[in-house]
């Protein structure tokens, strides 16, 4: 049987990559970019290409290895790892410049839509022997201005002890660490999950291969995963993080802010951890 220490770059590549193709087709082809925004951005983005070239002095040697390099992204499916992890958080800064509502970050190559409905407090899948600090995530959704938003949507997922995300990986169970939260009648949820691991993004595939040949390090900083919506308010897409983990300072996908970070205190339960994080939705 195959588990997740036989997990390959090119595995989780290949899901990520499909899991993106499903989802297009639907509004986000080259033909639904109009011709003008096409040639204006095109242009400027081999411009800035040919000054690096003429700036550096780029050798042939060193043409064919970035040709050889961008071939092996495409064959190991690593696309939306590269694009995610070097360009999504500029996307991000753009799209959510001005609102009013709480901070968003990227989302990342592992989300999956439509995991199993959960009540408002809730148990994240996971198995028996599943390993990590307990942690109880609670907090309350309201809308700019204050008031609740009863029966919000929490959609959470997050990577094993291991680093690894279901459906991404093989041998975890399919929802395991995901779930949709549905709040209660005054927004609130409290979801029992575990506190996630730090988080190296795979080594043995293309962009290991860059962040070796770069020095560049591999790591993001332990994160939970988060999109709240409700109906006639706008979707947020953001991330988490723990106070302490020396990857918050040197996120390898710069997705890290301050109005995300988690206050963690001991469990009341007395058994792990719990901390407290509220979410504000704009208006549609
Ligand atoms: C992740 O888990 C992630 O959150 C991002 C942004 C990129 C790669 C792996
Ligand atoms: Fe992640």
């Known amino acids: ?17 499909a899991a993106f193709q499903s989802k297009t087709g639907q509004g986000a082809g080259l033909e639904d ?3 003008e925004r096409v040639s204006t951005l095109a242009t400027e983005v081999l411009a800035a290409v040919h000054d690096t070239i003429r700036r550096h002095k780029v050798t042939y040697a060193e043409y064919d290895a970035l040709k050889a390099w961008l071939i092996s992204v495409g064959e190991d499916g690593e696309w939306p790892l590269f694009l995610d992890v070097w360009v999504e958080h500029v996307v991000e800064e753009v799209a959510n410049e001005g609102r009013e509502c ?9 989300y999956v839509p439509d995991a199993p409905a959960l009540p408002a407090d809730a148990k994240l899948p996971m198995r028996e022997d599943e390993s990590g600090t307990p942690l109880l995530f609670q907090g309350q959704v309201t809308r700019v201005g204050g008031d609740v938003v009863a029966g919000a949507k929490v959609e959470i997922w997050q990577a094993d002890a291991l680093g690894f995300y279901s459906q991404y990986a093989p041998g975890i169970p399919e929802w395991n660490l995901r779930g949709t939260v549905i709040a209660d009648d005054e927004g609130r949820y409290r979801i029992h999950t575990l506190q996630p691991a730090p988080y190296q993004i795979p080594t043995d595939g293309s ?6 040949a770069a020095g560049w390090h591999a790591w993001r900083p332990a994160h939970l995963h ?8 706008r979707l947020i897409t953001t ?19 301050p109005e995300l970070m988690l206050d963690i205190e001991p469990a009341e339960s007395g058994e792990g951890e719990q901390t407290t994080y509220n979410f504000v939705l704009d208006p549609a």
């Open 1 to 17: 049987t195959t588990d997740e220490s036989q997990a390959r770059a090119a595995d989780s590549g290949a899901g990520a990559t």
């Open 33 to 35: 970019v109009t011709p």
């Open 102 to 110: 709480t901070k968003g970050s990227i989302e990342g190559p592992y």
């Open 207 to 212: 962009c290991g291969k860059l962040i070796a």
């Open 226 to 233: 988060l999109k709240v919506s409700a109906p006639d308010h």
């Open 239 to 257: 991330q988490l993080y723990f106070p302490g983990d020396p990857h918050n300072e040197d996120d390898i996908a710069s997705a890290v802010k």
